[in-house]
């Protein structure tokens, strides 16, 4: 079974711009969500998705925004570049069909991730 | 607030010594996760274990739910150990959320 993928590995920007990350979980899971990972901040939680609605989101500005489609691949928007944007961004994928419980289906899976350099 | 503390942040092992590492955490969890982060950044899931005591191969994972901690075991290290290891916490007041401890940089050295 293939694993989460993300698409592109590597993107860099200039402040100002925006830009879109895409995921593609693992087949069958229809819960993806997203992480930052920075060297000062370390992994943070920005939002998850199931079924295409946002199901919970972290502490982050609105200029982060997401999506999921029907085949549940996920996209992340970051609008207005700032330099503080300079990130790993990491994609996590889960069967979230028990949300809460003690079960294996709340087991995140993550992807390869996407390195944004923002300048 | 919700929190995560792993402990040691540096570990230096000669090739073969065994290791332990600790996650702290502050409320009942829904999820418990260890990972291992490789160079290039992906995470390598090595136990979902909210609860219980797990083994694969040289590694096992032990978390006491009720004391609120988790212990990952390390024994025979080898070189390939090295990294960070992340212990991640889904809290039930934080939905799905995994949280994230600042991590333990492992270097094994031959």
């Known amino acids: 079974k293939a694993g989460v993928t993300q698409t592109p590995r590597y993107l860099i920007k200039t402040r100002g711009q925006q830009v879109t990350l895409s995921c593609s979980p693992i087949?069958?899971?229809?819960?993806v969500s997203w992480y930052q990972q920075t060297p000062g901040q370390g992994l943070q939680f920005l939002f998850e998705?199931?079924?295409?609605?946002?199901?919970n989101k972290g502490n982050f500005p609105g200029r982060f925004s997401g999506r999921q489609f029907s085949n549940s691949r996920s996209e992340m928007n970051v609008s207005t570049l700032e330099l503080g944007d300079s990130a790993l961004y990491l994609c996590?994928?889960?069967?979230?069909?028990?949300?809460?419980?003690?079960?294996?289906?709340?087991?995140?899976?993550f992807g390869p991730g996407t390195r944004l350099t923002v300048l | 607030g919700i929190q995560v503390e792993q402990s040691p942040p540096d570990l230096i092992l000669q090739e073969g010594a065994n290791s332990t590492l600790r996650c702290n955490f502050s409320?009942?969890?829904?999820?418990l996760q260890w990972f291992h982060q490789n160079p290039w950044g992906q995470l390598i899931n090595l136990f979902y274990?909210?609860?219980g005591t797990k083994q694969n191969g040289r590694l096992s994972a032990t978390t006491v739910a009720t004391e609120r901690y988790s212990l990952l075991y390390i024994s025979s290290s080898q070189t390939t150990d090295s990294g960070v290891y992340f212990c991640a916490v889904g809290f039930n007041q934080a939905g799905t959320a995994l949280i994230f401890g600042k991590g333990t940089t492992l270097s094994v050295s031959s």
């Open positions: 996590a994928s889960s069967l979230g069909l028990d949300r809460g419980l003690l079960s294996s289906y709340n087991e995140q899976f």
């Open positions: 409320d009942s969890v829904n999820n």
């Open positions: 998705y199931f079924s295409e609605t946002q199901r």
């Open positions: 274990i909210p609860s």
């Open positions: 087949s069958g899971h229809r819960s």
